[in-house]
């Protein structure tokens, strides 16, 4: 990462944690707990050839997106790139299913034809692969709450920093703003878009501070290591963004654990910058202030993580014994005109 400085949302931990109810942290951590292991067991059914296509982990990011529903909950539209796992899971998505998608089989949750890229659940519309992509439909989102007046409810919109310098992004942001749609946009600035430097890639740091003055709109820029950061952030721009139905735009800033994707080895950086940033573990980050604050025990975040990692090899199995989908299938949810030519 960056060495410049960064000017992060402005938060008193203490009244931060107060604020928050013991049970909700209880359940974040085992939330945290829930991605990393759906990771881990991911990426190991991968290396046996038991999951194709792409994959890409969200290991190292888990702050963001569980403080985001932990601080505004489950009722808001949310979209996401590629990187989808964790939100699918935070949203309710079923361990079960999500392996079984990445297995590729009938019981997946976009019944196999889809896999890693494309997980949904309620209220989440993508998982979606094309860079960019996805939020002009989360401003179709943010639109929809408008016109059908749902006051109180928000678009939420995650990409990546890379994302952050597409044409549909801006076009987004623009009408977004123009239109006082209630959207708020994510970037999850991990450092990385493929192998290429965030630095060497965006004009522009902090990022949403400078991009969101060219559209009028408030910025923020998170810790995204830090879930307590984190959740007194969104908590903060979701208020506002209801407030004055304004968009909103944020810069979480991060770092990935893993490779692009599994097939990156990630020579781009070296293996001490790598461990730096594994020492930086937003997961162990949480535990270790859950601890010291004696809302939890050692063993009670041992067997947290071994239920975890427990749901995870029952969903693997689900996944093994689940019948392929029917070839005749392969055209299902394609949109395209049937008309004979
Ligand atoms: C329109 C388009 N261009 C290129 C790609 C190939 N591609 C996939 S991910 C990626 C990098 C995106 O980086 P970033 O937005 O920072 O997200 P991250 O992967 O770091 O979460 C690229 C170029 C694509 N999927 N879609």
Redesign the pocket.
């Known amino acids: 990462m960056s060495k410049e400085p960064y000017h992060f949302f402005s938060v008193d931990f203490h009244k931060v944690l107060s604020s928050i109810d013991k049970n909700l942290l209880k359940d974040v951590l085992r939330q945290m707990f829930l991605i990393r292991n759906f990771e881990q067991r991911g990426e190991a059914a991968y290396q046996q050839g038991k999951v194709g296509g792409f994959y890409?982990s969200y290991a190292g990011?888990e702050a963001i997106q569980t403080a985001c529903i932990a601080a505004c909950g489950r009722d808001h539209w949310y979209t996401t790139?590629?990187?989808c796992h964790a939100l699918a899971l935070l949203l309710g998505a079923r361990p079960n299913a999500m392996m079984a998608e990445l297995y590729g089989r009938s019981t997946g949750i976009a019944k196999g034809l889809g896999g890693s890229m494309h997980m949904y659940a309620d209220r989440m519309l993508g998982g979606l692969?094309?860079?960019?992509?996805h939020i002009p439909i989360a401003i179709g989102a943010a639109f929809t709450i408008k016109y059908l007046k749902q006051k109180g409810l928000v678009s939420l919109c995650f990409?990546?920093?890379?994302?952050?310098v597409?044409g549909a992004f801006h076009e987004s942001l623009n009408l977004a703003a123009l239109w006082n749609l209630p959207l708020i946009c994510v970037i999850?600035?991990?450092?990385?878009?493929?192998g290429?430097a965030?630095s060497r890639?965006v004009c522009v740091k902090p990022i949403a501070e400078h991009f969101a003055k060219a559209y009028g709109i408030k910025s923020y820029t998170f810790d995204g290591l830090d879930f307590f950061n984190c959740y007194a952030g969104f908590k903060d721009a979701l208020n506002e963004c209801i407030r004055t139905s304004r968009p909103i735009l944020i810069e979480a800033v991060t770092e990935?654990f893993r490779g692009?994707?599994i097939s990156d080895p990630g020579l781009y950086r070296s293996k001490e910058a790598l461990k730096e940033t594994m020492e930086k573990d937003p997961l162990l980050r949480l535990k270790s202030v859950l601890l010291e604050e004696g809302i939890l025990t050692e063993e009670e975040c041992e067997a947290m993580d071994k239920e975890a990692r427990d749901i995870m090899i029952a969903a693997m199995k689900f996944a093994d014994e689940s019948p392929w989908p029917d070839p005749i299938t392969l055209e299902e949810g394609v949109f395209a005109p049937q008309e004979k030519i």
């Open positions: 890409h990011q790139t590629y990187r692969a094309i860079v960019g992509g990409l990546g920093e890379g994302a952050s597409q999850e600035n991990n450092q990385w878009g493929m290429t965030a890639a990935r692009h994707s």
